[in-house]
T-cell receptor, first 114, second 113 residues
Framework: NAGVTQTPKFQVLKTGQSMTLQCAQD?????MSWYRQDPGMGLRLIHY???????DQGEVPNGYNVSRSTTEDFPLRLLSAAPSQTSVYFC?????????????FGSGTQLSVL | QQQVKQSPQSLIVQKGGISIINCAYE??????FPWYQQFPGKGPALLIA?????SEKKEGRFTISFNKSAKQFSLHIMDSQPGDSATYFCAASTKAAGNKLTFGGGTRVLVKP
């Protein structure tokens, strides 16, 4: 039972570098999302997808891109990393977009931008 | 502007005591209120959830109390155990906004043996 798998677990970037955070789920979930977690701010939604080929912006989308070419994968791209993007990133999925569906989280990627 | 405000930010309780975490919201369209539990180095996991047509829901030692008129809900952890030491997040969502979860700021709970 892999659930939601995120790679890498840790990453250090220099300002201006680009990178992709990987997320994969093996539960055939339609809905996938990315959150960032900052102290005192809780979890804030970056981008989400309700199915392959469909993505939309969340609360804090600036500086991030996503795509959803398959049901299983939902990568998050940082085009030009900034120190403000230092955070812990969580990918999450659920069976469908419906209210009350349990959200399953990955174990997170800790990103530092110097 | 946080739509869901959570307090306190941290809490220390003795083993066997009661932990109480409070959340307040502004959006009256919210219709689903889950609580998530997060251990260090792990992702959050759903603990318990409630809908606004119910004033209380209990699962084991965890109880959600919901006050629709005050736009507040709270998590009570009865007989707190050291294994309950974690960060707890309240959240809310509404069908009108695509059921996207809005999280509170989190409460770090430490249960002392």
């Amino acid at each position: 039972n892999a659930g939601v798998t995120q790679t890498p677990k840790f990453q250090v970037l220099k300002t201006g570098q680009s990178m992709t955070l990987q997320c994969a789920q093996d539960m055939n979930h339609e809905y996938m999302s990315w959150y960032r977690q900052d102290p005192g701010m809780g979890l804030r939604l970056i981008h989400y997808s309700v199915g392959a080929g469909i993505t939309d912006q969340g609360e804090v989308p600036n500086g991030y891109n996503v795509s959803r070419s398959t049901t299983e994968d939902f990568p998050l791209r940082l085009l030009s990393a900034a120190p403000s993007q230092t955070s812990v990133y969580f990918c999450a999925s659920r069976r469908g977009p419906g209210n009350g569906e349990k959200l399953f989280f990955g174990s997170g990627t800790q990103l530092s931008v110097l | 502007q946080q739509q869901v405000k959570q307090s306190p930010q941290s809490l220390i309780v003795q083993k066997g005591g009661i932990s109480i975490i409070n959340c307040a919201y502004e959006n009256t369209a919210f219709d689903y209120f889950p609580w998530y539990q997060q251990f260090p180095g792990k992702g959050p996991a759903l603990l318990i959830a409630i809908r606004p047509d119910v004033s209380e829901k209990k699962e084991g030692r965890f109880t959600i109390s919901f006050n629709k008129s005050a736009k507040q809900f709270s998590l009570h952890i009865m007989d707190s155990q050291p294994g309950d030491s974690a960060t707890y997040f309240c959240a809310a969502s509404t069908k009108a906004a695509g059921n996207k979860l809005t999280f509170g700021g989190g409460t770090r709970v430490l249960v002392k043996p």
